[in-house]
């Protein structure tokens, strides 16, 4: 995918699915390919949690409001969803950034029908009124699981590597900056077993409502990055027509 996409005017784009099923690494390629930003919810708590050395506008702010408090963190660490109120919060913020205006990819949000009742009457009440399209990555089970396990990833520049699936060249440190590669907490076998069942009992009644409405469609998530990202394109690119 290239500049030639450029011209699309993409709107809110909703990157949904399981723990693992490669979400913030297809953020990052359409975040490429059309030129709009990623918002990963998960991404801007760790963020305030790591007390992040170059935060993001909005993990700063949220960091010296002081908005993520003991619960939530310990929440976080046993593979459960934080409140509806802080994520929404946070979302909302983060929509007033000015680089939004064509669009952008919520990465991980919503993540309960709370927050998808709360988005779309943001959205209905704000600005232009541009719907959402909501597109859900699926992958089987033991794919997830080797996803999540192995997954790496650099702290300064995000890229994401796995250890079984997608190596970097040297072992332990970035390809690009030679920074030694993370792993997160909760991408453990337990807590990625919670993680799933909040994803079955919560977030799966995300994708029928998005269904419902008639801007939902379901890409295979089994294939390579850049043939999983044609597959989202063209899927939004449709949705939009
Ligand atoms: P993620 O990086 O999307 O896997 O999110 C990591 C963790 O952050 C989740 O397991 C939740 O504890 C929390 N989290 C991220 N996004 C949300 C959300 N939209 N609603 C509630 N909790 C969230």
Known sequence: PGGSRIAFLPGPVLLLGAPGVGKGTQAKAIMAAWGI???????????????????????????????????????????????????????????????TVRGYILDGFPRTLVQADWLDGYLASSRDGFPVVAVSLRVNERQLLLRITGRRSCPICKRIYNVHLKPPVADTVCDFDQTVLEQRADDTEAVFAERMRAYAEQTAPVLEHYRALGRFAEVDGDATVEAVTESILAAVEHLRE
């Not at 801007?44 to 702010?61: C, F, G, T, Y």
């Not at 409140?83 to 946070?90: G, I, K, R």
């Open 37 to 99: 930003p990623q918002i990963s919810t998960g991404d801007i708590l760790r963020e305030i949690r790591n007390r992040d050395l170059q935060p993001s506008v909005i993990a700063d702010r949220l960091l010296n409001e002081g908005k993520l408090h003991e619960d939530d963190l310990s929440r976080m660490a046993a593979g459960k969803l934080v409140s509806d109120a802080l994520v929404n919060d946070m979302v909302a913020a983060r929509l007033e950034e000015p680089d």
